[in-house]
């Protein structure tokens, strides 16, 4: 069974950092995509970025670009997203997804975590 953890989430002032993992367990990962995905109150869930678990390439949003950073390790199976310089904008409930496409839409990803929340504040 797979499943996907997420942890690190909480409440951080303007300007601040949080560092996000997920624990992924239940089939081997190699050649699948990680991605991370964010959903505020009221809107859509949105790409943040992904990395290949083989390899290490990455992707980001616009939004997020040098500000985030993905990274795996892949003897603990588990991916990281390190925020900084976070935004009021960035408070949503961040998502672990796994998928073999290395996409920026919800639809292409085939595992998901219950995800975690993250809120920054003025």
């Known amino acids: 069974q797979v499943q996907l953890v997420e942890s690190g989430g909480g409440s951080v002032q303007v300007g601040g950092s949080l560092r996000l993992s997920c624990a992924a367990s239940?089939?081997?990962?190699?050649?699948?995509?990680m991605g991370w995905f964010r959903q505020a109150p009221g809107k859509e869930r949105d790409f943040v970025a992904h990395?290949?678990?083989?390899?290490?390439?990455?992707y980001y949003a616009d939004s997020v670009k040098g500000r985030f950073t993905i990274s795996r390790d892949i003897a603990k199976k588990t991916v990281y997203l390190q925020m900084n310089s976070l935004k009021p904008d960035d408070t949503a409930v961040y998502y672990c997804?796994?998928?073999?496409?290395?996409?920026?839409?919800?639809?292409?990803?085939?595992?998901w975590g219950q995800g975690t929340q993250v809120t920054v504040s003025s």
């Open positions: 239940g089939r081997t990962f190699w050649g699948y995509v």
């Open positions: 990395i290949k678990w083989s390899g290490g390439s990455t």
């Open positions: 997804a796994a998928g073999v496409v290395a996409g920026s839409r919800s639809g292409e990803y085939d595992y």
